[in-house]
């Protein structure tokens, strides 16, 4: 049965080959989903080595971080923002777990974020979810997990209300759209730790002050942040 299913596999491979989801390039069975060449030309920040950076700079008088940081930055029609597309609107999780992958690598090569305690994705309303099939900050999360053995709660900060696509807000209606919209769960879970929050992209920040304003209401939490891009 066992070789039955692999001679399907490689027969659809056959017909329907991988492809890289940046640039197009065919892509052996079993390699990831970005081609190697893409994912060194990828535009990269050095923010996880500097701890003074645009994503800290954003958040001052907004919330209180411990630290902040983003591993690409992003441009329009940059091949960035093709893998982002994929992740979120093509099915493509996978897409997420590696660049996560490469964030948790470049975090831990940084030493400046060893004394976090948990991993907490931003989440997507149940409905929202339950439309893309997963939630594309928690694939993130998986990436990051993987490499640094911080381990991830999805169970503690969820978002109690569905909010409308951001994409074209300003700032000020960014926030009157997610603020108050995020609630805590099993709160005694994060009580004295340092939590990583982390997202895709960071724009005006506005989701992301939310759910950290939150989280920051709990005893003794310590807050950071980490996106895949800065835009």
């Known amino acids: 049965m066992k070789k039955i299913i692999e001679y399907i596999e490689d027969f659809w491979f056959l017909i329907f080959p991988y492809v890289c989801e940046s640039c197009g390039v065919a892509l052996g069975k079993n390699e990831p989903p ?4 893409c994912l ?7 923010y996880c080595l ?6 800290v700079d954003l958040f001052i008088g907004r919330i209180k971080l411990e630290k902040a940081t ?5 441009y329009k029609g940059s091949r960035f923002k093709k893998l982002l597309h994929g992740l979120k609107y093509k099915n493509k999780p996978e897409i997420g777990i590696l660049l996560g992958k490469e964030l948790g690598a470049a975090m831990v090569s940084s ?8 991993i907490i994705p931003v989440p997507l309303h149940p409905n929202r979810q339950k439309q893309r099939g997963y939630n594309q900050s928690e694939m993130i999360g998986e990436g990051i997990a993987a490499v640094t053995g911080i381990p991830m709660l999805t169970d503690v900060l969820l978002r109690s209300v569905e909010t409308v696509t951001q994409t074209k807000m300003t700032r000020d209606d960014r926030w009157k759209n997610v603020s108050g919209k995020f609630i805590i769960k099993n ?17 005006t920040g506005s989701t992301l002050e939310a759910c950290g304003e ?3 209401n709990v005893d003794g939490v310590k807050l950071s942040i980490a996106v895949l891009a800065e835009a």
Do not use: S, W
Request: aromatic share 12%; hydrophobic share 40%; proline share 4%.
């Open 34 to 37: 970005v081609c190697f060449k």
């Open 40 to 46: 060194y030309e990828l535009p990269r920040t050095d």
């Open 50 to 55: 500097n701890q003074e950076n645009p994503i």
């Open 70 to 74: 983003a591993l690409f930055h992003y």
């Open 111 to 118: 030493g400046n974020f060893k004394d976090v305690d948990y």
């Open 187 to 203: 709160e005694n879970l994060i009580q004295n730790k340092h939590l990583l929050l982390i997202d895709d992209v960071v724009t």
């Open 214 to 216: 939150t989280l920051l």
